[in-house]
């Protein structure tokens, strides 16, 4: 997991996809795109506008995936992503099926919340369990974008 905000360099370089992919958010008009997928590279890279609710924890199944890392930029609102490294010892909710890269878990151990705020991301990588659009007490309306990354670009 990488946390940061789009407007701070990160003290180290990134693979190329992942920095041009970072890029790619701090040049677009967010506030005016419409929900919904864009591509950026085919199946390589693409984008979801998504516009939501967050929930408390106990209302979502922690997730992870194989062929793709998941970039949470957060451009509005406050939420809060769970998150924990994969020690393959977490009971599993409902697996991987073909055509759909997302597992999910009953329960993890260790999980650390992190705050998304405005301008804000975390890159998650395939061992990285999460759980997306938390809130703390009231639900907030947010708007993020997801940016998904074949493993295979890096």
């Known amino acids: 997991m990488i946390l940061g905000h789009i407007h701070t360099q990160l003290p180290f370089a990134l693979p190329e996809v992942l920095q041009k992919s ?4 701090s040049h677009l008009d967010l506030q005016i795109l419409s929900p919904g997928k864009i591509e950026i590279d085919g199946d390589k890279v693409f984008a979801e506008v998504v516009d939501t609710t967050t929930h408390l924890k106990e209302e979502s199944k922690p997730e992870s995936h194989q062929k793709y ?3 949470h930029y ?3 609102g406050k939420e809060y992503i769970g998150t924990v490294i994969d020690t393959k010892d977490n009971p599993i909710y409902k697996s ?3 055509g759909k890269d ?3 878990y009953d329960h993890v151990k260790h999980e ?3 705050e ?3 301008g804000s991301y975390v890159i998650l990588f395939p061992q990285d369990i999460h759980r997306p659009c938390c ?3 009231e639900p907030v309306s947010i708007r993020k974008i997801i940016v998904k990354i074949a493993v295979s670009e890096i």
């Open 22 to 25: 970072l890029d790619f958010l």
């Open 69 to 71: 890392i998941d970039i």
């Open 74 to 76: 957060l451009v509005s």
């Open 96 to 98: 991987f099926v073909p």
């Open 102 to 104: 997302i597992q999910f």
């Open 112 to 114: 650390t919340f992190v």
């Open 116 to 118: 998304l705020f405005p």
């Open 135 to 137: 809130c703390l007490t």
